[in-house]
């Protein structure tokens, strides 16, 4: 798991695979739950017609860590968060930094896309804050955020189904149909 760095390219491949099959149809939404939203914002960059849901996606790498270690408490000691990071890429193979897993570094090329993130009032791993933040730094006027009553972490589905349901269908027509203008805008 390399917080959706190297999954990104998995999802770019698949596109591209269905696409030259003539499988894909409009609109065309990478949807991704935790990591995989990670990955789905990720892999839009190289997806140019492809939209966004972003279903508890961990925006930084302090979230990614506390996902991966379980050690949410912890992150804020001293010197716990560099050793599990040094530790994680030892066991990995991988030489991840900070930046290669904030999402708002990847933001920047999505302007002209429609992005839906979801995120559950009790995420354990991810503050409502962190997602609310990423929401206002996608620089895009075609996105929605949703946070889900009650719900934990990639759990924003079970905790309101039917509002959920119903998000991602006004979505979906709104990418194939236009995004309104926004009163909060």
């Known amino acids: 798991m390399t917080g959706g760095v190297n999954e990104a390219m998995d999802v770019s491949a698949a596109v591209s ?3 030259t099959a003539k499988r894909l149809q409009k609109p065309l939404v990478l949807f991704g739950l935790s990591m ?13 017609d492809a939209a966004i849901i972003a279903d508890s996606p961990l925006p930084d790498i ?17 010197g716990f968060f560099g050793n599990c990071v040094e530790i994680y890429d030892r066991l990995t193979g991988l030489h991840l930094t900070p930046e290669d897993l904030d999402l708002t570094r990847v933001l920047p090329p999505l302007k002209d896309r429609a992005i839906l993130y979801f995120i559950g009032e009790k995420d354990e791993y991810v503050p409502v804050q962190g997602i609310v933040k990423l929401f206002k ?8 955020l949703f946070v889900a009553p009650a719900a934990r972490h990639d759990k924003t589905y079970e905790s309101a189904p039917a509002l959920y349901e119903r998000s991602v269908l006004e979505f979906l027509y709104c990418c194939r149909n236009g995004f309104p203008a ?4």
């Open 137 to 144: 730094d996608t620089p895009t006027r075609s996105k929605r």
């Open 182 to 185: 926004r009163r909060d805008e």
């Open 62 to 78: 302090r979230a990614f860590v506390s996902r991966r270690t379980l050690a949410r408490w912890f992150i804020y000691v001293p």
């Open 36 to 48: 995989g939203g990670m990955a789905a914002l990720r892999a839009a960059a190289s997806i140019p």
């Open 17 to 19: 695979y269905l696409r």
